[in-house]
């Protein structure tokens, strides 16, 4: 056996002992997609209406700050619904001010309209309204989408649904705890940083007695934990606080699980430059008061400002090790910019997959049998050559998704069945042109190494242009078309590889061993 031809054997037994080590064994090396395996099915309704509410309290503030600022006092500034701010007791004497200061802040976004005594409505423009409903279905996609990944689910689908345009399709192959899920899907996870105005108090009431029970427009009280009251672990006491945070969630720059200094599971959090920037000035001017760490609208807990703190904070609280892992995560993922409420659950079993998986595999084995049947029948005994080359090609494939960890879902499946059919193409091609080559001219082995070099570049050609074909289809589909797509690509890669490669060499390997070279096509 020449030296080539001997390093191109054992280039072919390397390539298929690595394939067989990447699939074996199979059960565990093959992941399935939700169609194979089961796993849960979800769909979510994006509570739009926070976004605007967000939106308008935010704008309210401003308003109220601005003036206060130029010296206006007003009666009253807050929201009547989603997308009105009404405004009372602008003095008089001083409208043509407070005109001028809401027209460059609301301009833009509201429009206004008067009311008797100093009063004002501002209305949300149809058009901002409608572009904060998207924007606020599109991030909490986004958000959804990070927060699954970050869970290790393989291939998990997270897509617009309906045509409503505020659901959310989530499905989750393999997952077992569904509820844990669930519930860091779902949870908004915005952390605010607020001074507490009041408290921490054992009771509303108690919280609220010096101000007549009357919580101020300004203002907010939220409920928490605070075991250094001397409280009973679990109870719940109440704080005071700012509604508007001057540093949220939104600011992070990261997060992870933690130990405090009693070496309890905490997080640990970091803020981007910006970040840092408001929060260095906002604890520097706040020295000596307590900080209420807000996450989801409970505090979990409330230190004293013992001086400026730049870019690092902790939360800490009664966290198992699980729960600070899955609020890290939550926190590095990005606050979800509106709730979110399930519309419909469905558990899919591992029954339709096992079924499935037998389908595809008794579709491949037909497939593949009626191909070498035909191979066979037509082409000789140089149809062992394209049947070794197809299943070696299979076989290359499966290594290749198990090697990326790639998921095999129903199209995949049929990106197999297609595989079979673009490998039996390839070795048409090149019998076709060996049989031609043949009839003109002098030499078998002259034949069939003018048959390969001449068909090399075809078969080149038609799959990149397959290539990119799949790459479109993996950088804009879903995750079937996904999985598809990446059947496809590893399907391509190896295709050239057993058409061109294997082929050639098992015919070189025939050829060197017989003295009178004949070719049996």
Same mark, same amino acid.
């Given at each position: 056996?020449?030296?080539?031809?001997?390093?191109?054997?054992?280039?072919?037994?390397?390539?298929?002992?690595?394939?067989?080590?990447?699939?074996?064994?199979?059960?565990?090396?093959?992941?399935?997609?939700?169609?194979?395996?089961?796993? #849960?099915?979800?769909?979510?309704?994006?509570?739009?209406?926070?976004?605007? #509410?967000?939106?308008?309290?935010?704008?309210?503030? /401003?308003?109220?700050? %601005?003036?206060?600022?130029?010296?206006?006092?007003?009666?009253?500034?807050?929201?009547?619904?989603?997308?009105?701010?009404?405004?009372?007791? $602008?003095?008089?004497?001083?409208?043509?001010?407070?005109?001028?200061?809401?027209?460059?802040?609301?301009?833009?976004?509201?429009?206004?309209?008067?009311?008797?005594?100093?009063?004002?409505?501002?209305?949300?423009?149809?058009?901002?309204?409608? /572009?904060?409903?998207?924007?606020?279905?599109? %991030?909490?996609?986004?958000?959804?989408?990070?927060?699954?990944?970050?869970?290790?689910?393989?291939?998990?689908?997270?897509?617009?649904?309906?045509?409503?345009?505020?659901?959310?399709?989530?499905?989750?192959?393999?997952?077992?705890?569904?509820?844990?899920?669930?519930?860091?899907?779902?949870? +908004?996870?915005?952390?605010?940083?607020?001074?507490?105005?009041?408290?921490?108090?054992?009771?509303?009431?108690?919280?609220?007695?010096?101000?007549?029970?009357?919580?101020?427009?300004?203002?907010?009280?939220?409920?928490?934990?605070?075991?250094?009251?001397?409280?009973?672990?679990?109870?719940?006491?109440?704080?005071?606080?700012?509604?508007?945070?001057?540093?949220?969630? !939104?600011?992070?720059?990261?997060?992870?699980?933690?130990?405090?200094?009693?070496?309890?599971?905490?997080?640990?959090?970091? *803020?981007?430059?910006?970040?840092?920037?408001?929060?260095?000035?906002?604890?520097?001017?706040?020295?000596?008061?307590?900080?209420?760490?807000?996450?989801?609208?409970?505090?979990?807990?409330?230190?004293?400002?013992?001086?400026?703190?730049?870019?690092?904070? !902790?939360?800490?609280?009664?966290?198992? %090790?699980?729960?600070?892992?899955?609020?890290?995560?939550?926190?590095?993922?990005?606050?979800?910019?509106?709730?979110?409420?399930?519309?419909?659950?469905?558990?899919?079993?591992?029954?339709?997959?096992?079924?499935? $998986?037998?389908?595809?595999?008794?579709?491949?084995?037909?497939?593949?049998? #009626?191909?070498?049947?035909?191979?066979?029948?037509?082409?000789?005994?140089?149809?062992?050559?394209?049947?070794?080359?197809?299943?070696?090609?299979?076989?290359?494939?499966?290594?290749?998704?198990?090697?990326?960890?790639?998921?095999?879902?129903?199209?995949?499946?049929?990106?197999?069945?297609? +595989?079979?059919?673009?490998?039996?193409?390839?070795?048409?091609?090149? *019998?076709?042109?060996?049989?031609?080559?043949?009839?003109?001219? &002098?030499?078998? !082995?002259?034949?069939?190494?003018?048959?390969?070099? !001449?068909?090399?570049?075809?078969?080149?050609?038609?799959?990149?242009?397959?290539?990119?074909?799949?790459?479109?289809?993996? /950088?804009?589909?879903?995750?079937?078309?996904?999985?598809?797509?990446?059947?496809?690509?590893?399907?391509?890669?190896?295709?050239?590889?057993?058409?061109?490669?294997?082929? &050639?060499?098992?015919?070189?390997?025939?050829?060197?061993?017989?003295?009178?070279?004949?070719?049996?096509?």
């Amino acid at each position: 056996m020449a030296k080539n031809l001997r390093w191109k054997v054992l280039t072919i037994i390397a390539v298929v002992v690595a394939a067989v080590l990447a699939v074996y064994p199979p059960e565990d090396r093959i992941k399935l997609g939700l169609d194979l395996r089961g796993g #849960v099915h979800l769909v979510l309704r994006v509570q739009t209406d926070d976004a605007l #509410v967000v939106e308008s309290e935010a704008t309210a503030e /401003q308003l109220n700050e %601005q003036a206060s600022l130029s010296g206006i006092g007003l009666a009253s500034v807050g929201t009547v619904s989603p997308t009105e701010i009404r405004v009372q007791g $602008v003095p008089a004497e001083r409208d043509q001010e407070f005109r001028a200061i809401a027209d460059e802040l609301l301009q833009v976004s509201y429009s206004r309209e008067s009311e008797a005594g100093g009063g004002y409505t501002f209305r949300m423009e149809p058009g901002i309204e409608r /572009q904060l409903r998207e924007e606020s279905v599109r %991030q909490a996609l986004q958000t959804i989408e990070r927060r699954v990944n970050e869970l290790g689910v393989a291939e998990p689908i997270v897509a617009p649904h309906g045509v409503a345009g505020d659901q959310i399709l989530v499905q989750l192959p393999g997952v077992e705890d569904v509820a844990g899920a669930k519930e860091i899907i779902r949870s +908004t996870g915005l952390l605010e940083l607020k001074l507490v105005e009041e408290g921490p108090a054992p009771s509303r009431e108690f919280l609220l007695q010096t101000r007549n029970g009357v919580v101020p427009a300004d203002m907010e009280v939220l409920s928490g934990a605070d075991e250094a009251l001397g409280a009973a672990p679990g109870s719940t006491v109440y704080y005071l606080v700012r509604r508007v945070a001057p540093v949220t969630g !939104r600011d992070l720059r990261n997060a992870r699980p933690t130990l405090d200094e009693f070496n309890q599971p905490a997080i640990s959090f970091s *803020f981007n430059r910006e970040g840092a920037r408001k929060f260095g000035s906002f604890t520097a001017a706040s020295i000596g008061r307590n900080l209420a760490i807000i996450m989801d609208s409970r505090v979990y807990s409330a230190p004293v400002i013992q001086s400026r703190i730049a870019d690092e904070g !902790r939360i800490t609280g009664t966290f198992t %090790q699980a729960e600070a892992s899955d609020l890290a995560l939550i926190l590095r993922s990005g606050a979800l910019p509106a709730s979110l409420t399930y519309l419909e659950e469905r558990t899919v079993g591992p029954t339709l997959g096992a079924d499935s $998986v037998r389908a595809g595999l008794t579709a491949s084995v037909a497939g593949l049998t #009626v191909v070498a049947f035909f191979m066979l029948a037509y082409y000789r005994l140089s149809g062992i050559n394209a049947v070794v080359a197809v299943a070696l090609n299979l076989l290359i494939l499966l290594g290749c998704m198990a090697y990326v960890g790639a998921v095999l879902t129903l199209p995949g499946i049929a990106g197999f069945i297609l +595989t079979i059919g673009m490998g039996v193409d390839s070795n048409v091609l090149i *019998f076709e042109r060996i049989k031609e080559e043949m009839k003109s001219t &002098r030499g078998v !082995r002259a034949a069939v190494a003018s048959g390969f070099d !001449r068909v090399f570049l075809t078969i080149l050609d038609t799959h990149i242009a397959s290539l990119i074909a799949a790459g479109f289809l993996f /950088q804009f589909g879903s995750g079937p078309i996904k999985g598809f797509a990446t059947t496809l690509f590893f399907g391509l890669v190896s295709n050239v590889f057993t058409a061109v490669f294997v082929s &050639r060499t098992l015919f070189e390997a025939v050829l060197t061993r017989r003295r009178e070279a004949s070719l049996s096509i």
